[in-house]
């Protein structure tokens, strides 16, 4: 019957899988070519078997969390003898509860209902002629990220929801965690009945110029790492990339602001994740909020709150003359640690001009209790994510409800913001007929108002 083959086409991928690792290391090309196969195997079978496949990764991830601690320790141990940033090494580490917190977002996922074959449009073309337009996976997506182990299990988990094959390449400074997270995960979907071949994991760093050349087999790149990790990227393939070059978020304080929310969300934007790109770089104070005149104002406890939690303040042009403070390196830095850029505008305006000149359109907030203000800003900040009275640090998959984030994209086509599994998703025309011609448009009477050419 359809389900015994399908299996058997599962178990032939499986087969292939064997001999490739048999005759030792595999061109990226033969890994690429058979992801795109484990993923059409994948989307054959029943939404059942990739539900019980993300079930079992999320207790394969806690069964085992002592050993991928274990290995991440490794990689951290080895960091220690590179040149890495401070940054870089926050990045690195898996924290106490995080597994757990993976493993959470994946029974999530795992919870949702299956997103491939949804109907979004049905038409009647014709009397007996029906076209539906439902979801459908992208395909292969190559992932390549740097000392971000956590974002192994997150992808993995979103790409099997979804349907796609997966290649990861992930930085040398977490081969030991990477290793042993796509271990774990191999063996969780291939007891699922999926091939382990549907998530590729790259070892070699020469290889990440063989996999950017291969269109043919991949259908989106999508880098989560530094700004010059992404801009190489997009200038070497032709492959399409999803995804942000910089986070430089900002927080503007209105002149109706209350002090209570500006002291928490200001530090909590900072502190929480320094190395986030959803980390607060720059907060911009109202003028009307920084005389001192009537006792220490909003601009002033807030510097002091931030420097009590070990946050270095730079100024902008007007902010390092007016508060004594060193200028910032420029108006668009990423410091991705405890520093951060204090700037004073008139208005409003100048505030949304200064995040349009300056921001890199990821997430951006504003701290008011005037509604109208909050509502204008927004509206017209044209950023990914734009919130009003909450922390940036609240741009993420997992707190969107999303169960997991393949990256957040600032980009304007396809997907934005924090991308889980829609964003992974494209679409197919069904048409289902009895005999049905063109043959000019003779002899058909078309029931829809839909135009068509006569090609």
């Given amino acids: 019957d359809e389900t015994r083959r399908k299996r058997e ?4 991928e499986e087969g ?42 999320a207790q394969a991830l806690l069964d085992n969390e002592q050993a991928i601690l274990e290995e991440n320790k490794k990689d951290l141990e080895a960091a220690e003898h590179m040149d890495i940033p401070p940054a870089t090494l926050q990045r690195l580490k898996l924290k106490e509860g995080k597994i757990s917190q993976l493993a959470r977002g994946i029974r999530t996922l795992a919870q949702s209902k299956d997103p491939i074959g949804r109907v979004l449009r049905r038409t009647q073309v014709a009397e007996n002629l029906e076209l539906t337009q439902v979801s459908a996976p992208l395909g292969v997506l190559l992932i390549i990220f740097e000392a971000r182990p956590d974002a192994l299990p997150q992808i993995a988990a979103l790409s099997i929801r979804s349907g796609n094959g997966l290649l990861l390449k992930g930085g040398k400074e977490a081969a030991h965690s990477n290793k042993i997270l796509h271990s774990v995960i191999s063996e969780a979907i291939h007891a699922a009945g999926l091939p382990r071949s549907l998530v590729g994991l790259v070892t070699s760093r020469d290889e990440i110029a063989d996999l950017l050349k291969l269109d043919h087999f991949i259908d989106l790149v999508i880098p ?12 070497n393939t032709k492959i399409p990339v999803l995804g942000h070059a910089d986070g430089v978020c900002h927080i503007y304080v209105d002149k109706d602001a209350a002090l209570g929310k500006v002291l928490s969300i200001a530090v909590d934007s900072k502190i929480d994740y320094p190395a986030a790109c959803n980390a607060a770089e720059t907060i911009l ?18 510097m002091e709150a ?26 668009k830095h990423e410091y991705g640690d405890l520093e951060i850029t204090l700037e004073v505008v008139e208005s409003q305006d100048e505030a949304i001009d200064y995040i349009h000149r300056y921001g890199s359109g990821h997430t951006d907030a504003i701290i008011t209790e005037n509604q109208s203000s909050a509502e204008s800003f927004l509206r017209r900040v044209d950023s990914a994510c734009v919130f009003h009275n909450a922390s ?42 009895d005999a049905h011609i063109v043959n000019k448009d003779k002899g058909i009477e078309y029931l829809t108002s839909l135009s068509h050419a006569n090609d």
Avoid at 224 to 235: A, E, F, N, P
Avoid at 286 to 292: F, I, N, Q, S
């Fill in 16 to 57: 292939q899988d064997r001999m490739a690792e048999s005759e030792g290391k595999v061109s990226t090309e033969v890994l690429a070519q058979a992801c795109r196969q484990a993923s059409r195997a994948a989307q054959a079978l029943d939404a059942e078997v990739r539900t019980k496949a993300l079930e079992k990764v």
């Fill in 306 to 331: 931030l420097r009590e939690n070990g946050v270095k303040l730079y100024g902008g042009e007007t902010a390092s003359k007016l508060l004594g403070l060193p200028i910032a390196p420029n108006a």
């Fill in 392 to 433: 940036t640090r609240f741009s993420d998959g997992f707190r969107f409800g999303l169960g997991a984030e393949v990256g957040i994209s600032t980009s304007r086509i396809h997907a934005r913001g924090p991308v889980g599994v829609d964003g992974l998703l494209t679409t197919r025309w069904l048409m289902r007929g």
């Fill in 224 to 235: 989560r790492g530094s700004g010059t990790l992404v801009r190489y990227i997009q200038d």
């Fill in 285 to 302: 104070f109202h003028r009307d909020v920084c005389d001192d005149s009537k006792g220490a104002s909003v601009l002033t406890k807030t």
């Fill in 9 to 12: 086409r599962v178990a032939e």
